[in-house]
């Protein structure tokens, strides 16, 4: 029988290295760890999904087997993961909340059979402008060398294998010429900021 190599969902990677990152942030950064908002975000997302895919599809998708739940499930776990991830708040409902943008943002802002925006980033955007109970914490990871690059390692093998490096590349330029921009020429800042770290944590 000859052999036939296994192509692994790339999606596969992102969320088993989104779940280790949660972990590593709640037992190794001692983060406040808020289980119900995870409960809350994950199950809203696939109750959302669900809803708006079988809409879509005209039909009740079956919730298990090999075409229930990787076709309407799956790739949203990786939006839920990103909320749990990034997003705090003091209430259940607006982790809900949060769930509905993010997952509706996939269905309704579309262009060429592809969504528009990113569905986490819509979701976290929408909810922190609407409701008044949400937040972000930019210091949460620390200044640890280590997770800084275990996201950088673990980040290109899954931008690799899905092949959206040109995205993330794009973006990390995008956001360093912002930030450049933001501290010369706004508020005045020396050039030589770009060298020292104590400066770019500031900025973050």
Same mark, same amino acid.
């Given at each position: 029988?000859?052999?036939?190599?296994?192509?692994?969902?790339?999606?596969?990677?992102?969320?088993?290295?989104?779940?280790?990152?949660?972990?590593?942030?709640?037992?190794?950064?001692?983060?406040?760890?808020?289980?119900?908002?995870?409960?809350?975000?994950?199950?809203?997302?696939?109750?959302?999904?669900?809803? *708006?895919?079988? @809409?879509?599809?005209?039909?009740? /998708?079956? %919730? !298990?087997? =090999? +075409?229930?739940?990787?076709?309407?499930? *799956?790739?949203? @776990?990786?939006?839920?993961?990103? /909320?749990? %991830? !990034?997003? =705090? +708040?003091?209430?259940?409902?607006?982790?809900?909340?949060?769930?509905?943008?993010?997952?509706?943002?996939?269905?309704?802002?579309?262009?060429?059979?592809?969504?528009?925006?990113?569905?986490?980033?819509?979701?976290?955007?929408?909810?922190?402008?609407?409701?008044?109970?949400?937040?972000?914490?930019?210091?949460?990871?620390?200044?640890?060398?280590?997770?800084?690059?275990?996201?950088?390692?673990?980040?290109?093998?899954?931008?690799?294998?899905?092949?959206?490096?040109?995205?993330?590349?794009?973006?990390?330029?995008?956001?360093?010429?912002?930030?450049?921009?933001?501290?010369?020429?706004?508020?005045?800042?020396?050039?030589?900021?770009?060298?020292?770290?104590?400066?770019?944590?500031?900025?973050?």
């Amino acid at each position: 029988m000859p052999f036939k190599s296994i192509t692994l969902d790339p999606r596969y990677f992102q969320v088993i290295f989104q779940c280790v990152f949660l972990t590593y942030g709640i037992l190794f950064l001692e983060w406040d760890a808020d289980y119900m908002h995870y409960i809350i975000t994950i199950s809203g997302c696939l109750l959302f999904n669900y809803i *708006f895919e079988s @809409l879509k599809q005209k039909q009740f /998708l079956p %919730l !298990l087997g =090999k +075409t229930g739940f990787k076709l309407w499930g *799956f790739s949203v @776990l990786i939006s839920a993961m990103g /909320l749990c %991830l !990034l997003l =705090k +708040t003091n209430h259940w409902s607006t982790s809900l909340i949060a769930t509905f943008f993010t997952v509706s943002s996939k269905y309704i802002f579309r262009f060429r059979q592809k969504h528009i925006f990113n569905p986490s980033a819509f979701g976290l955007v929408a909810t922190l402008l609407i409701t008044k109970d949400a937040w972000l914490s930019p210091g949460q990871w620390g200044s640890n060398a280590v997770i800084f690059f275990a996201v950088i390692t673990l980040g290109t093998i899954v931008v690799t294998r899905v092949q959206k490096l040109d995205v993330s590349l794009a973006f990390l330029l995008g956001f360093v010429g912002l930030l450049f921009w933001r501290q010369i020429y706004v508020l005045g800042w020396p050039v030589d900021f770009l060298n020292t770290r104590e400066k770019w944590e500031a900025c973050l």
